[in-house]
C-alpha cells in the first residue's frame, strides 16, 4: 500500500512567515519614510527612457495593475527631470499662448507667443490704452486748437460752395431766371420786371416764347446738376479733410501712448502687427471714443462694421487680449495630469453668449484645455478614461501627429452645423503624452490601431510584485512608515510589521514574491490603525492587523456564507468523509470582484459500453467555457496513450459537474475528472476526505493552477462544517507549493495533523493518494495484476469484447433476416 508521507507537504511549506527578529527596529516611528519605489527596476528604465528621448513618436504607455504606484513613479520622475538643473539648458522656452482679435476674419482669432508674464503685462497696458483712449481722445476733439482747425475746414468749404451757388445765381439773372433753394430742393423759374413769373403770364406767352423759356430753363438746370456736383464734391473733401484731420489730431496722440509698448514687443512680429491694427481700427472708428466719457464702463454690445466682417459684440473686444496659457512665474516645463480627459477638458472649449436669439463667439470665449496647458511639457490621463469619451482618441492621435492645437468644438468634428463657429489659428505645439492603463487596453490599441505604435513607441510596465529580499523587505517597512506619516497613522511594531509582510506575499500567492499593490496595503494599514485605536492601542501590532484581515472578509463574504450553510444543511450534497466510485470533490473558485473564495463541488463519472468517448454533459447543455472543453479532450488523448497503444478504445463516460448551473471554466478540474473516470472503471473507491485540483497534460502530468489558497481553504470550511478526521485534505499540483500562503487557522491545522496538503507530479501518484491502492507501472505490454491501472485495463478490453460481441450478433442478425 503506498506512503502517503512521502505526498504531504510539510506545514512549514503551507505558509510564508517572517520573523520579526530579522527586522532591525521595534517600531516603525524608527524607520526613516521611504522615499523611493520598491522593485519596478524595469518599468522606470522605461519611463526614464521615454522621457529623456526628445524625438517624435516617443510617447509612453505605462501598463500595470491599479495600485501598482504608476502615477506616482511617473509623478516622481517627471519633477525629478523638470528640477534637475544639467537639464535646464537643453529644455525648450517656456510661454504664455494669447489669442488676439483678427482685424481681417474675426472668426479666426490670430495666437501669439509670448515669453512667461508678458500676456499679464500685454493685457494690462492695453486696458489701461482703452481706458486712457476713453479719456484722451474726446479731449483732443474738445480743444481749441482742433475746433479752430475744424471750423476752418468747414468755413473753407462753405466759402467755396457759396461762390459756386453765387455765379450760378449770376448765370440765371444774366439769362433772366431766378434760383430758390429750399429744403425740398431747388426751383428754376423765369423773371419778368424782376419777378417771379405767373403761370397765368407763362401761359399767356406765344409758342416761341415758351419754348425759349423751357430751353432755356433746361440749359439752367444742367448747370445747376453740375454745380450741385461740385458742391457735393466740396462737401466730401471738406469731411474727408476733417476727418484725416481727426486721425491726425488722434493718431499723434495715439502714437505717444503706444510707442512704449511698440518698442518693448520689438522681437515679437505677431504682437507689433497686431498693435499697428489695433491703432488702424481706432483711427477708423474715433466715434467710438468721442462720447466715451458719457458711455457706460462696460458698453453694450452693438453691431461695429470692421475691416473683413462685423462684430456682433462689444466694440470694445479687438482690445481684449485672452491669455489661453499663462506660465507667469513658472521656471520649468509643466506637469498636466488629467483626471477626467473628456474633449473640452483635454482639447479645450469655445463658449459662446446669447443675443437678440443667436449666439456669438469671440476671441475671449476660447477656454484651453489640458494639451494647451501642458504645451513644452508633459501631459497625463487614464486610457480607459479617455476611450469612454468618443471623439478624444481620434483627436489627440492627431494633435500629436500635427503638432499643433487649437480650442475647437467636437460636433465641427462630424459636421453638424454650428452657429457663427471659431476657427482659431492653430497653436504651435510640443510635449510628452504619458497614458496609464492595463495591459487588455494596451494589446487592444496596439493590434487595431495601426497609428497607435508610430505615436506610443514606449512601454512601460508595472509588476504587480517583486521578490522576498532582504532590502525589499526593509524598503516595504520604510513604505508602512512613510504611509503612517502621510495618513497620521499609529507606528506598526515588529511583529504587526511583519504579519503586513506576510499579507503582501498572500496578495500575490507566492512564497518568494511581495505585492506592489500599494494601494490595497495603505487600505489594510488604515484598517489595522482603526481597530488599534478601538482598543486605544499606542501601536498597531499583529492581532490588529488580522482584525482588519478577517474583518474585510466578513465585509464581502455573505454569498459564500450563504453557500456553506447550503452544504451544512444538506440542499448542496457534498461528501468530506468515506470513500465512492467514480465520484470526486473538486475545487471551484467564484469571483466577486472585490473578493474571491474556493468551495469543493462534487464532479462524478459513469462509464458504460459505447463508442462516444469523453461526454461532457457541460458542454452538451452550453455550461462549459473553451478551457474547460479543452481540458476534457485531453483526457481522450490520456486514455488513449496509456491504455489504448494494443487495442482500440470502446468507451463511453460521461462527467457532470453535480449541482452545477452556471459555466464552467479553466481547465483545473482536468485531472479531477479524470480520477473520477478512472475510478469508474477500476471500481476502485475514491476517498471524498480529499479534494482535487490540477489541470493535467496528455502524458498524465499534473499542472499547476492558479487561485491554490482559495481551494485549499475552501476544502477546510467544508470539512470543518461537519468535523475534521484528521483524513481530509487536498491535493494539489506538486508546482503550486511555492504558492501557498494559507490562513493561521488552515497551517494550524496542518501541523496539528488535523488537516493534509499533498502534492503530486502525476496521475499515478494522484490515484494512489485517493485510492490507497499502487498505479501500476507497464511491464511487457501489460500492467501489474491487482494495480489501478491493470483494473482499468482489464476494464476497457471487457468493453471493448462486449462491444464486438454486440455488433458481430447484430451482423449475424441482418445475414439471417436477409437469407430468410
Known amino acids: 500500500m503506498p506512503s502517503l508521507e512521502q505526498y504531504e507537504v510539510p506545514w512549514q511549506k503551507s505558509c510564508w512567515s517572517c520573523d520579526p527578529a530579522s527586522l ?37 504607455f505605462v501598463t500595470g495593475l491599479t ?40 472668426d479666426r482669432p490670430r495666437v501669439i507667443r509670448l515669453s512667461p508674464g508678458q500676456g499679464r503685462f500685454f493685457r494690462y497696458r492695453l486696458t489701461e490704452l482703452l481706458r486712457t483712449l476713453r479719456e ?10 482742433y475746433e479752430t482747425q475744424r471750423r476752418g475746414l468747414e468755413e473753407a468749404g462753405r466759402q467755396a460752395t457759396q461762390q459756386l451757388t453765387a455765379e450760378l445765381e449770376q448765370q440765371a439773372l444774366a439769362a433772366n431766371f431766378a434760383i430758390q433753394f429750399s429744403q425740398g430742393g431747388l426751383s428754376i423759374f423765369p423773371l419778368v420786371d424782376h419777378r417771379p413769373m405767373a403761370p397765368e403770364e407763362y401761359q399767356q406767352l406765344g409758342p416761341e416764347a415758351r419754348k425759349a423759356i423751357d430751353d432755356k430753363r433746361e440749359e439752367l438746370m444742367a448747370q445747376t446738376q453740375d454745380t450741385m456736383a461740385k458742391v457735393r464734391e466740396i462737401e466730401k473733401d471738406t469731411a474727408n479733410k476733417i476727418k484725416e484731420s481727426e486721425r491726425v489730431a488722434a493718431g499723434q496722440r495715439i502714437s505717444v501712448l503706444l510707442r512704449e509698448l511698440m518698442d518693448s514687443c520689438r522681437d515679437i512680429p505677431a504682437m507689433r502687427d497686431y498693435l499697428a491694427r489695433l491703432t488702424e481700427y481706432v483711427l477708423d472708428n474715433l466715434n467710438l471714443f468721442k462720447e466715451a466719457e458719457a458711455a457706460p464702463a462696460q458698453p453694450v454690445p452693438m453691431p461695429v462694421q470692421a475691416k473683413g466682417g462685423s462684430l456682433a459684440r462689444n466694440p470694445f473686444i479687438p482690445f481684449e487680449i485672452n491669455i489661453l496659457v499663462d506660465n507667469a512665474g513658472v521656471q520649468t516645463p509643466p506637469i498636466v495630469i488629467e483626471p477626467n480627459p473628456n474633449w473640452g477638458n483635454i482639447f479645450g472649449r469655445i463658449e459662446r453668449r446669447a443675443l437678440m436669439g443667436a449666439y456669438f463667439s469671440d476671441h475671449t470665449m476660447l477656454k484651453p484645455g489640458s494639451i494647451h496647458r501642458a504645451n513644452g511639457g508633459y501631459l497625463v490621463f487614464n486610457a480607459r478614461e479617455m476611450l469612454m469619451n468618443p471623439g ?28 457663427e463657429g471659431l476657427r482659431p489659428e492653430p497653436m504651435p505645439l510640443e510635449m510628452k503624452v504619458i497614458i496609464t492603463g492595463d495591459e ?27 521578490d522576498i529580499t532582504e532590502e525589499n523587505l526593509q524598503a516595504y517597512c520604510g513604505f508602512i512608515s512613510r504611509t503612517c506619516t502621510e495618513e497620521e497613522l499609529l507606528p506598526f511594531d515588529a511583529i504587526g510589521a511583519t504579519r503586513v509582510l506576510e499579507h503582501a506575499a498572500r ?45 474585510k472578509v466578513y465585509r464581502l463574504n455573505l454569498i459564500e456564507e450563504r453557500i456553506r450553510e447550503m452544504v451544512a444543511e444538506g440542499t448542496l450534497l457534498l461528501n468530506v468523509a468515506g470513500s465512492v466510485v467514480g465520484q470526486v470533490n473538486g475545487l471551484a473558485v467564484y469571483d466577486l470582484g472585490d473578493f474571491t473564495f474556493g468551495r469543493p463541488i462534487r464532479i462524478t463519472a459513469q462509464t458504460f459500453a459505447g463508442r462516444r468517448g469523453v461526454i461532457n454533459i457541460e458542454r452538451e447543455a452550453a455550461l462549459s467555457g473553451q478551457t474547460h472543453d479543452k481540458g476534457v479532450l485531453i483526457l481522450s488523448g490520456y486514455l488513449g496513450a496509456k491504455y489504448g497503444q494494443e487495442k482500440p478504445l470502446t468507451l463511453s463516460t460521461s462527467l457532470c459537474f453535480e449541482q452545477s448551473y452556471e459555466v464552467a471554466d479553466g481547465d483545473s478540474a482536468s485531472s479531477t475528472e479524470l480520477y473520477a473516470i478512472l475510478s469508474s472503471l477500476s471500481g476502485l473507491p475514491l476517498k471524498q476526505g480529499i479534494a482535487v485540483t490540477g489541470s493535467v497534460n496528455q502524458k498524465g502530468e ?39 500562503v494559507l490562513r493561521e487557522d488552515v497551517v494550524a491545522a496542518v501541523k496539528e495533523g488535523k488537516f493534509h496538503i499533498y502534492a503530486v507530479k502525476t496521475i499515478d501518484e494522484g490515484l494512489e493518494i485517493l485510492t490507497g491502492y499502487p498505479a501500476g507501472a507497464r511491464q511487457d505490454d501489460s500492467y501489474p495484476p491487482g494495480t489501478i491501472n491493470y483494473l482499468v485495463d482489464q476494464r ?24 430468410l
Open 702 to 740: 499534473v499542472q499547476p493552477i492558479g487561485g491554490v489558497n482559495q481551494k485549499v481553504e475552501g476544502m477546510f470550511d467544508a470539512c470543518r462544517l461537519f468535523e475534521l478526521t484528521s483524513e481530509q485534505g487536498v491535493m494539489i499540483p506538486h508546482q503550486n507549493v511555492k504558492n501557498l
Open 67 to 106: 495600485g501598482t504606484g504608476k502615477t506616482s513613479v511617473i509623478k516622481a520622475h517627471l519633477q525629478s527631470i523638470v528640477d534637475d538643473p544639467e537639464r535646464q539648458g537643453k529644455r525648450k522656452p517656456i510661454s504664455d499662448w494669447c489669442y488676439v482679435h483678427n482685424f481681417d476674419d474675426p
Open 507 to 551: 496578495l500575490v500567492s507566492d512564497q518568494t514574491k511581495l505585492s506592489t499593490r500599494f494601494g490595497q496595503i495603505k487600505d489594510l494599514l488604515i484598517e489595522a490603525d482603526y481597530w488599534a485605536r478601538k482598543e486605544a492601542s499606542q501601536r498597531v501590532g499583529a492581532e490588529h492587523v488580522r482584525k482588519a484581515v478577517e474583518q
Open 136 to 145: 484722451e481722445i474726446p479731449k483732443i476733439f474738445q480743444s481749441e486748437e
Open 796 to 819: 476497457l478490453q471487457e468493453l471493448n469484447q462486449s462491444m464486438r460481441g454486440y455488433y458481430g450478433d447484430l451482423v449475424a442478425g441482418v445475414g439471417a433476416d436477409s437469407a
Open 440 to 466: 487588455s487596453i494596451y494589446r487592444m490599441l496596439n493590434a487595431n490601431d495601426e497609428d497607435f505604435w508610430d505615436l506610443f513607441k514606449v512601454k512601460a510596465e508595472f509588476d504587480y510584485r517583486v
Open 392 to 419: 478624444v482618441w481620434e483627436g489627440l492621435k492627431r494633435v500629436i501627429r500635427n503638432k499643433e492645437i487649437s480650442p475647437e468644438d467636437p460636433t465641427q468634428q462630424s459636421g453638424f452645423f454650428i452657429t
Open 24 to 60: 532591525t527596529f521595534q517600531s516603525t516611528d524608527e524607520l526613516p519614510p521611504l522615499d523611493r519605489f520598491i522593485g519596478q527596476h524595469r518599468a522606470i528604465e522605461a519611463i526614464r527612457f521615454g522621457l529623456e528621448v526628445d524625438k517624435p513618436g516617443y510617447n509612453l
